[in-house]
């Protein structure tokens, strides 16, 4: 059974700082996604990553994709308020993990 | 362009009883996807029709099936509903394996 594990569960910090989430699983996947969800909505695709070793930016974050293919990073750069949410990872397109939830303290 | 419908926004619901939700894709997409996000678990992966056929099916009991329709829209049928069965239940839809893009789900409530 293919899993992803994602850590922390839990983040709150002040708007201005950095943050790093992670995606970790012992399989390797063709593909990977990073969503973010907002209550009330479903998740919304930020980036999908396909090549070992693949760093995408899309603004203030960073996405990494390790070089084995089996774990991700979500790299928040001056964290703002508007970046609150939910951000799960996604293998293959339907393997979740149980996600992220960032609260971004103005 | 319309994004993914899903109705009905809420659905409450006893133990022992039926629940259909039902789930429009975007205008074009032929693959349609179901997850069950409770609380806790995170998003698991319930079915995927394309085309009008199951293409696969995740870790759930038979209790749990669905169909999808001639225009692509689809039903997500839960029998013999239990209280764990409370979640938010949320669909996808995409043209074959290319981007998936949810609704806003429904939320079933089993008391």
């Known amino acids: 059974t293919q899993l992803l594990e994602q850590s922390p569960q839990f983040l709150s910090i002040q708007e201005g700082e950095n943050l790093t989430v992670y995606c970790n699983s012992s399989?390797?996947?063709?593909?990977l996604q990073w969503y973010r969800q907002e209550p009330g909505e479903g998740p919304v695709l930020l980036v999908t990553v396909v090549t070992g070793g693949e760093v995408k930016k899309l603004k203030r974050l960073t996405f990494q994709f390790g070089d084995a293919r089996k774990d991700s990073s979500l790299h928040i750069t001056a964290a703002q308020p508007g970046d609150t949410g939910l951000y799960l990872c996604?293998?293959?397109?339907?393997?979740f993990g149980k996600g992220t939830r960032l609260h971004i303290l103005p | 362009e319309a994004g993914v419908t899903q109705s009905p926004t809420h659905l409450i619901k006893t133990r022992g009883q039926q629940a259909t939700l039902r789930c429009s894709p975007i205008?074009?997409?032929?693959?349609v996807y179901w997850y069950q996000q409770a609380l806790g678990l995170g998003l698991q992966f319930l079915l995927w029709?394309?085309?009008?056929?199951?293409?696969n099916r995740g870790n759930f009991p038979p209790r749990f099936s669905g169909r999808q329709f001639p225009n692509y829209s689809s039903e997500l049928n839960v029998n013999a509903l239990e209280l764990e069965d409370s979640a938010l239940y949320l669909c996808a839809s995409s043209f074959w394996l290319q981007q998936q893009y949810f609704g806003a789900g429904t939320r079933l409530s089993v008391l």
């Open positions: 996604g293998g293959d397109k339907i393997i």
């Open positions: 205008s074009g997409h032929t693959s």
């Open positions: 399989s390797v996947f063709s593909s």
């Open positions: 029709y394309d085309e009008g056929e199951e293409r």
